[in-house]
């Protein structure tokens, strides 16, 4: 019973650390989105 918990315990905190990582990639990708620099034909 205790290596089922184990196993739980530790799926679950795989879980919250992708979602954290997701998280972050979403929030550099708004970043580089709104710094990039305007190519020069598309004014």
Known sequence: MKKL???VLAALGGYFVY???QADRAEQDLWTEATDAVPVGSR
């Open 5 to 7: 918990l184990l196993v």
């Open 19 to 21: 979602r954290q990582v």
